[in-house]
């Protein structure tokens, strides 16, 4: 229809909308659910459906100045109430407080029986009834068809829900309704031909001893929206679904240079080292010193006052420390100063998405200027390829929304060409510096190269550098033409222009 | 069997719609054959005390609740089968 296809083009003509309050949630509906109307939640048993729909109500009876109504036909009132305490809703101080309205419906079939002709008027009763005591806008019906085990005649049933949401339409109420996952229809009992307005599909699986709640929209009539599985998570904050902030590239881009902590680097930059609010890829084969040049890196954020907040993957903070400080970086003085928080964790404790909002939350808490991720290549073993560049692609814009500059220490193994086992998330980086060492006679050999860096000079000149008692040092350049010169100077912005970069061997 | 307990009764209905009124008239026959004297018989228009539906959990209309004697039972419809609604109160079926 062209109606239809110009409302689905042009987003100010889009419906109203009622924003559920739920992060992330709101960005893939495009900004909540069709406000005055019924919404059908379908998902198997515990995929989330009434905590989402609870959060819904209770959001927004908090935030949007909307009371809600829920009709409970499962769960006693404080049976609910006790399941989201630990999301930090307080269900019976709402009830008092006249914003939310809890009725639980109990239908028991051994104690009915059916002596003839009947309709749901009680239902429709209470519901008005609960409406009209607190100035409902938002209704919850969970889960309605529990009343298919309770009454027998499913023609009237049928009939008297088709009623029940053209009714809620009627009245204005922005509804959430849930239903059980159906075998061969998308719901049990086939809601889903009545509530036509906005169809959501909760799931939850388990892959690889790793669950993962998902998230999609399935059909949301006049309205555009994201089409993705998006996965979410039931976590201390309430339901947090991801991507948070992905589906815009509109960040700023400073020109404002920070330091990598090695003078020389910096001089391989430009002069002026990476740009803030950027992201640097940093890869190398096992003891080539990734994680020195990180501590660098944060040792000089740190001197500058600035916070810096650094995800450990493969050892403690203590051993960490310990390393760095026998290689004349000392980062305790930092942490003592609360200028550097340490996350340290096992990759493969959590799901990935897990790992995303732990990262969200660690980064919210801290609110760092620099954040470290060492090694990256930890988190890759904890999902698909696919998987792990879109959980990095939304930690990448979720840090660069913040102003953070972020650096990804990446573990190649010596047997792979380095720069095409990157192909995967290079691209997601601004600056990529590469570290390896090579037997030449008797010793170890290390060397460090820029291979890309965008919006500015850097050099393409291949430099041996040593471990020292006081860090990382760089040899003199070899380079006869002095001042760190590319092949083709450029300049620009951070993440505008992704100008090819050449490597120099 | 003569029933001796007292039988209290709900009838909840929604006006005088054909439906409710014949399960009015329904409930009130069964009484006066079987429970002559002994019944307390309340009828409820759900639209005039809406909040009365939330104690004896009411859904479907119109519903007969048998408060006594035990067990509570629930008869939901316009109450024309009457052995289903004999049953319901626990009386014999008629000869």
């Given at each position: 229809m062209l109606a239809t296809d110009f409302m689905i083009t042009n987003h100010r003509s889009e419906i109203a909308k009622a924003p559920t309050g739920i992060p992330g949630l709101d960005e893939i509906t495009h900004g909540g659910l069709p406000a005055g109307r019924p919404t059908l939640l379908a998902g198997g048993p515990g995929s989330g459906k009434t905590l989402l729909g609870v959060?819904?109500?209770?959001?927004?009876?908090?935030?949007?100045?909307?009371?809600?109504?829920?009709?409970?036909?499962?769960?006693?009132?404080?049976?609910?109430?006790?399941?989201?305490?630990?999301?930090?809703?307080?269900?019976?101080?709402?009830?008092?407080?006249?914003?939310?309205?809890?009725?639980?419906?109990?239908?028991?079939?051994?104690?009915?029986?059916?002596?003839?002709?009947?309709?749901?008027?009680?239902?429709?009763?209470?519901?008005?009834?609960?409406?009209?005591?607190?100035?409902?806008?938002?209704?919850?019906?969970?889960?309605?068809?529990?009343?298919?085990?309770?009454?027998?005649?499913?023609?009237?049933?049928?009939?008297?829900?088709?009623?029940?949401?053209?009714?809620?339409?009627?009245?204005?109420?922005?509804?959430?309704?849930?239903?059980?996952?159906g075998e061969n229809q998308f719901t049990r009992q086939g809601l889903e031909e009545y509530v036509t307005d906005a169809v959501i599909s909760l799931d939850h699986r388990v892959e690889d001893q790793i669950s993962?709640?998902?998230?999609?929209?399935?059909?949301?009539?006049?309205?555009?929206?994201?089409?993705?599985?998006?996965?979410?998570?039931?976590?201390?904050?309430?339901?947090?679904?991801?991507?948070?902030?992905?589906?815009?590239?509109?960040h700023d881009a400073p020109a404002e240079r920070i330091?990598?902590?090695?003078?020389?680097?910096?001089?391989?930059?430009?002069?002026?080292?990476?740009?803030?609010?950027?992201?640097?890829?940093?890869?190398?084969?096992?003891?080539?010193?990734?994680?020195?040049?990180?501590?660098?890196f944060v040792d000089a954020a740190c001197a500058r006052g600035e916070k810096c907040l650094y995800f450990l993957f493969e050892e403690s903070p203590q051993q960490m420390m310990r390393n760095m400080a026998s290689a004349g970086i000392h980062l305790?003085?930092?942490?003592?100063?609360?200028?550097?928080?340490?996350?340290?964790?096992?990759?493969?404790?959590?799901?990935?998405?897990?790992?995303?909002?732990?990262?969200?939350?660690?980064?919210?808490?801290?609110?760092?200027?620099?954040?470290?991720?060492?090694?990256?290549?930890?988190?890759?073993?904890?999902?698909?390829?696919?998987?792990v560049r879109s959980m990095l692609t939304r930690l990448i814009d979720f840090l660069k929304t913040r102003g953070v500059t972020a650096m990804f220490a990446s573990l190649t193994s010596s047997t792979q060409v380095a720069e095409t086992t990157e192909a995967l998330i290079s691209s997601l980086m601004d600056s990529w510096v590469l570290v390896a060492a090579d037997t030449e006679g008797n010793r170890r050999s290390r060397k460090l190269y820029v291979l890309k860096s965008r919006g500015m000079q850097h050099s393409d000149e291949v430099r041996h550098f040593m471990f020292t008692s006081h860090g990382i040092e760089l040899l003199p350049?070899?380079?006869?033409?002095?001042?760190?010169?590319?092949?083709?100077?450029?300049?620009?912005?951070?993440?505008?222009?992704?100008?090819r970069a050449r490597k120099g061997k | 069997m003569i029933p001796t307990e007292q039988y209290v009764l709900r009838l909840y209905v929604t006006?005088?719609?054909?439906?409710?009124?014949?399960?009015?008239?329904?409930?009130?026959?069964?009484?006066?054959?079987?429970?002559?004297?002994?019944?307390?018989?309340?009828?409820?228009?759900?639209?005039?005390?809406?909040?009365?539906?939330?104690?004896?959990?009411?859904v479907a209309i119109?519903?007969?609740?048998?408060?006594?004697?035990?067990?509570?039972?629930?008869?939901?419809?316009?109450?024309?089968?009457?052995?289903?609604?004999?049953?319901?109160?626990?009386l014999p079926l008629d000869d």
């Open positions: 959060s819904f109500l209770v959001e927004g009876a908090q935030r949007f100045n909307e009371p809600g109504v829920l009709l409970t036909f499962e769960e006693k009132v404080d049976e609910l109430a006790t399941d989201v305490r630990s999301l930090g809703y307080d269900l019976h101080k709402l009830c008092e407080e006249k914003k939310l309205l809890i009725d639980y419906v109990h239908v028991d079939r051994a104690e009915i029986e059916e002596t003839g002709e009947y309709d749901l008027e009680g239902l429709f009763v209470r519901l008005e009834h609960a409406i009209k005591e607190i100035g409902a806008k938002r209704v919850m019906l969970d889960t309605i068809e529990t009343l298919f085990g309770g009454l027998k005649d499913t023609g009237i049933l049928r009939a008297e829900l088709r009623r029940l949401f053209r009714w809620l339409r009627d009245r204005g109420m922005t509804a959430i309704i849930t239903a059980e996952r993962t709640r998902r998230i999609r929209i399935v059909k949301y009539r006049g309205s555009t929206h994201g089409t993705n599985e998006y996965p979410f998570l039931i976590g201390r904050d309430g339901i947090n679904v991801l991507p948070v902030t992905s589906l815009l590239l509109e330091s990598t902590g090695l003078p020389a680097l910096d001089g391989m930059l430009g002069g002026k080292g990476f740009y803030r609010a950027s992201t640097v890829l940093l890869t190398g084969t096992a003891g080539t010193g990734k994680t020195t040049l990180s501590a660098h305790k003085r930092w942490v003592d100063k609360g200028l550097l928080t340490f996350h340290a964790e096992r990759p493969n404790k959590h799901g990935l998405e897990n790992h995303l909002l732990e990262m969200h939350h660690a980064v919210e808490t801290v609110d760092p200027d620099v954040v470290v991720v060492d090694p990256i290549t930890n988190l890759m073993t904890v999902g698909s390829n696919a998987d350049s070899e380079d006869k033409t002095e001042g760190a010169v590319t092949v083709a100077g450029r300049t620009g912005k951070a993440g505008r222009s992704p100008a | 006006g005088m719609t054909p439906r409710s009124t014949r399960a009015i008239k329904c409930v009130r026959d069964v009484c006066e054959q079987h429970l002559m004297g002994q019944y307390d018989l309340e009828i409820i228009d759900v639209y005039q005390t809406p909040s009365r539906l939330v104690q004896d959990q009411i119109p519903t007969l609740v048998k408060c006594t004697p035990a067990p509570i039972r629930l008869m939901v419809g316009d109450m024309s089968n009457r052995e289903r609604l004999l049953t319901g109160l626990g």
